[in-house]
């Protein structure tokens, strides 16, 4: 007889469940259950590019701070929405091309041409990859990973936009100050805008779309507009980052339709946690920097990078911040059967 | 023959089996009734070992965390801790809720895929049976296993399992979604399986009516627990279960 006498349980917090359905807090110390994660998270990320040392790890995060919106609009997209996109590179692209174009061609300052490369960017990405809309998994997988190929080949070969050799001549936000603290908020923004959003009317038809999108129809909700929006709002997430990523190099090129783009988000999804939004930028802040400490070893890094990322989808599939999660709101204890 | 002994199962913190004892005798066809989540489905899981399958995928990514406790035994050998795929080898064979079949592949191919465990000889013998148990499927042989009407589905699945060459066949609510004229075409043909092959059959149903006559035990679940059992006659005669699983008051 395999009869074992104890089994582990799991039980919510006391004060989990204070704080989630009933709202019965009764100090400021209870209080902090809620708010302290997101004050750590806050600060933190306030505090980063204080706490670096030197320029060069200040640069590092500024691009933690672009892969993380990219690894958000990722996780949004594919765990909120169903649609599994590989087009990271496509969005930073377009976002950085458009911001490039205005600030050379037409010389619109850095402070307007992000959010206008946000907004005619995330037009240009949602009716470019409409006609892809009805198509799910791997499909819209395969189909927008397509595209950031197929742009970088068109300013090859009709070397518009500066061929090659990209756009150069680009002005670069006003200080260092000015870039990081823009990055590191457009972050924070698009966060806390993102988990808010998702719990509204508008994101429970995301989320009903992606578990049964028969279904929202037959409820007399036209999908692909929802979709649209859905895609909308995440690619305007990744132009934005892109025009970040042109201004912080002050150049522009094919090198922003790389793969990188694409893959580095998906890692950190895995990494952070799926579904959980704070999770991929936990991911980007775990894997961009190691990526950097990893350059020593020259082309072996993606070596390293691989079995990191191998290890983590076999031994801790469900990422770091579910797990965090589930420490943080639980406890186990051994109980009689 | 199929025993299973102070079987519990929790889903995390959820009891779901609390302490089921069945028994399986040589060449008897039991009946395991329940409304949905008495926990019917979880213990053809248990029994079948496909349960050892979720516990592990789901310790892997992290998510409910499933306890089993207590023992299955096949012939008096315990295959607790036993895999499913040797399970099967040894001879419990589910035939899962909701069919289950291999929609991209024809019927003939499903049965064949069915078929991994058996020798080529009891392959062939044993296409043969079923295609004469449901004269059906004769016609349908090459059609694809998603074009198929629930009542074919559900005959070319109850083929599936034999093809395996059981010696307890599970069938987890075989009757789901059927015509009652399909339904008591099915149950014949499970007592006929039963009668010809010399196997044991455990069959899950919610509805008890269709089933009933041809079962010579039966466990009535109730919120994991059984509540009842008896053989045919006696749970037969009991008012609680006639109100509550055959709609007669």
Redesign the interface.
Known sequence: ????EL?????DRGIKVRSDGLYALMSLRELSYLTLPRFILIAGMISLPFLMPGMYWQRVISIVCIYAVLALSFDFLSHYVGLVSLGGAFFIGTGGYVAGILNTYYGVPPVLTVPLAAAIGGIFCTLMLLPCLPLKGVYFAIVTLMYPLFMARIIEAFDIFGGTDGIVGIDSFSSAFVEQYFVVCMVLIFLFGLRRFVTTDRGLIFTAIMDNDQAVKASGINITKYKALAVFIASSMGCMAGACLTHIYMWSGISQFALDFSILPIAATVIGGAGTLVGPILGCLILVPVSELLRDFGTLRIVFYASILVGFI?????GIM??IQ?KYEQFERWTK? | MLEA??L?V?Y??MLALNNISIKCDDNQIVGVFGANSAGKSTLMYSLSGIMLDIQKKED????E?I?L???VLLQNK?I??VKPSLRAKAGIVLCPERRRLFKESSVIENLRIGGYLATKDEAKQTINYVMELFPALVKLKNRLGGFLSGGEQQMVAIGRALMAQPKVLLLDEPLLGLSPLMQSTLIKSIKVIQEEKNISIIVSEQYARPVFPIVDYAYILENGAAVMEGTRDELMDNPDVKAAYFGVS
């Open positions: 007889m395999s009869t074992q089994r582990k349980e799991r039980i076999l031994f801790r599939s469900d579910v797990f589930r059967i | 002994k102070d519990m929790f995390e913190n892997m990514a992290g998510g965390r306890t406790t207590g023992d315990s607790m801790d």
